[in-house]
C-alpha cells in the first residue's frame, strides 16, 4: 500500500463511496482508506483475542507484551 498511496490525489480521497450501503459508515474513499489501514486491522486483532481467551490460550494482547 505504501507505494500506491503517493499516487492517489486529494480529488480521489474524496470521492464518495461506491457502495450506498457503507455511506452512513464511509461517506468517502478516504473514509475507507483510513478505515482499512487503521481500524480494520485492530478489529480482527480483537477477534483474535476473543477467540484466544475461549480455547484457554492468553489474549492477544497478552501475548504480545510477555516477550
Known sequence: AAGVMPQVTGEQVATEMSAPALRW???????????????????????LSAWRRVVGLPAWDAMMYAK
Open 25 to 47: 459508515f464511509l461517506p468517502t474513499i478516504g473514509d475507507a482508506l483510513v478505515q482499512i489501514l487503521t481500524g480494520h486491522e485492530g478489529m480482527h486483532i480483537g477477534q
